[in-house]
């Protein structure tokens, strides 16, 4: 199957088989698509927490509108932008360009800067909207890598954000709750299986220049 095919598979599922969950070498391939998104300057402005505690979920699911996808699906993974983003964070991320690289830290001076100024020219609102459009960035790679591993999964942002943060100790952590997916394997009887998609025709979609 085509990566289009497997588009035309996945759906969001609403009903996952609790009994089903995702073998430890396919969650870390998912977990590898995560961390392999891109990101504006390659800064990876979030975190992601990978949610399987059944009693934290039943909290997560409460503070989610008691969607059911919480506590059946195989795993939940939160999408959490960073709120501190910073100088320091870059000066971080620079030190690691560096070690990684191998190349001397004065060497990246003039990208540090670059950095530095886009970081600094924009509001604390600003910087976290920066931040929360990364993390859908890793959310659509998550997704399109587990429908090709044909791993049911649905997109949420049907949640208290702010009850997400407080279960999940993330203000602590400098992070906040933007966007969720669920992953595992659907139930026999999702309806929402057999649906047909709807989708804007090509005509209108896109807009060729
Ligand atoms: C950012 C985002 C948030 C969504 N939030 C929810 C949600 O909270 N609950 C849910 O059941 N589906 C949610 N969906 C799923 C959409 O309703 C679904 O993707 C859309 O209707 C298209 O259907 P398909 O994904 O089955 O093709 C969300 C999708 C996205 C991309």
Known sequence: MSLTDKLN?????????????????????LLDAIQLSP?????????????????????LKAAAYNQVQ???AS???VFAAETNINEEFVHEYIDHVAETRGVPRESLKGFEDVVVGSVNGRTPEQL???????????????????????????PMEGFDAAKFDEILGLKEKGLTATVIATVGYRASDDPYAGLVKVRRPKEELFIHI
């Not at 598979?9 to 391939?29: E, G, M, P, Q, V």
């Not at 990101?39 to 909290?59: D, F, P, T």
């Open 9 to 29: 598979w996945r759906y969001a599922t609403k009903k996952f088989d609790s009994t089903k969950k995702i073998a430890a070498d396919k969650l870390s391939t």
């Open 75 to 77: 795993h939940v993974i």
């Open 128 to 154: 976290l909207t920066w931040a929360q459009k990364q993390a859908y960035i890793a959310l659509g790679i998550l997704l399109s890598a587990a429908s090709e591993l044909e791993i049911d999964n649905c």
């Open 70 to 72: 919480l506590t059946d």
């Open 39 to 59: 990101s504006s300057y390659g800064l990876q402005h979030y975190r992601v927490i990978v949610v399987e505690n059944a009693e934290v979920r039943e909290k």
